[in-house]
């Protein structure tokens, strides 16, 4: 059971979340605030899975709030001001969605924040490489580009053009047909957004995109003049996957 906490001061906009998680199998509610100063407390003593946060908030902002959340949870903002989404960007938040919130807008939250917990979860208890493979594409929705932060501007990135993403710390380097795009994200955060059929994580710093392999090799894969080592963790995962197109 997925834990869940609203903090809203708007009474309807938190009816309706309460609505929507009650039809969402496998998440429950387990408290709602309009004072966001009463969820730090909260927080340490019972802790949620996701929480979903209104950006306009008294005492203390959605934005600060999320500040002191980033780790223990996931945070969905909500708000019905479209300028907030660069700050949501900048915080590493799950999603942002944007009020008056329809329901499937608001489901796919909530399966990027279970891919999220799921990746997390395989990080900790299994090897990296063996995560389950049909969960991965289940969890995603498809798309065809994705939005990242850079130089205080928010990019797209057509998905088709991407050879490889590298992890550097608290930075990834998305490398694409054009261009290096550097942008402030974890690589699990980022591996839960893009397609498992068509990306792969084969080390702890890579993501490579499978279309554009052009030579395998032991534990090494050329992307082009590109050199990608293969970490042991993830090796038995990549081969199952990719030799079964073996002729």
Known sequence: MIRCIAVDDEPLALGLIEEYIDRMPGLTLMATFTDSRQVPGFMREHGADIVFLDVEMPGISGIE????????????????????????????????????????????????ALAERRLAANSQH??????????????????????????QRIKKIELDTIYYIEGMKDY?????????????????KME???????????HRSYIVAL??????????????????????????????????HRI
């Open 65 to 112: 709030l999320a500040r002191t959340l980033e780790g223990q949870c996931a945070v969905i903002l909500t708000t019905a001001y479209p300028q907030y989404a660069l700050d949501g960007f900048e915080l590493n938040v799950t999603d942002y969605l944007l009020k008056p919130i329809p329901f499937d807008r608001f489901e796919r939250a909530v399966q990027k």
């Open 126 to 151: 299994i090897p990296q490489g063996g995560a389950n493979e049909s969960e991965s594409q289940q969890s995603q929705t498809a798309t065809h580009y994705i939005f990242v932060k850079t130089d």
């Open 172 to 188: 990834i380097s998305i490398y694409t047909e054009q261009e290096r795009v550097v942008t402030l994200q974890l690589m699990r």
């Open 192 to 202: 839960a957004h893009l397609p498992a059929d068509r990306f792969m994580r084969v």
């Open 211 to 244: 279309p554009k392999i052009t030579q395998i090799e032991r534990n090494r894969i050329w992307i082009g003049e590109h050199v990608i080592p293969i970490g042991e963790t993830y090796r038995e995962a990549f081969f199952k996957k990719n030799l079964k």
